[in-house]
């Protein structure tokens, strides 16, 4: 069975960090690209952030130089460091895993950046 657990998430200061990790099990990890996306309520889930088995990252224009997405294939695990955090990226951060036809999301975890 696939499984990916995102956690880290919880309530923080605006410019404030948060470290959010995914544990993945059940697939051989090390192929997958692995992504971030996001869900603010009533808007849609958007991309924040990817990273190739080759750890090539891309990132949403929004969080450049502010987040930092990194893997370690042995403990099958994808994190993303979140940096001088903003209200607006307050929102449901879940984690994907895609190779070939799979294509495998978590269950989210909650992010929330209030004074």
């Known amino acids: 069975q696939v499984q990916l657990v995102e956690s880290g998430g919880g309530l923080v200061q605006p410019g404030g960090s948060l470290r959010l990790s995914c544990a993945a099990s059940?697939?051989?990890?090390?192929?997958?690209?692995m992504h971030w996306y996001r869900q603010a309520p009533g808007k849609q889930r958007e991309f924040i952030a990817s990273i190739t088995k080759n750890r090539i990252t891309n990132y949403q224009n929004s969080v450049k130089g502010r987040f930092t997405i990194s893997r370690d294939n042995a403990k099958n695990t994808v994190y993303l460091q979140m940096n001088n955090l903003k209200p607006e990226d307050t929102a449901v951060y879940y984690c994907n895993g895609r190779y070939a036809t799979d294509d495998y999301w978590g269950q989210g975890t909650q992010v929330t950046v209030s004074s």
């Open positions: 059940g697939i051989f990890f090390s192929p997958y690209t």
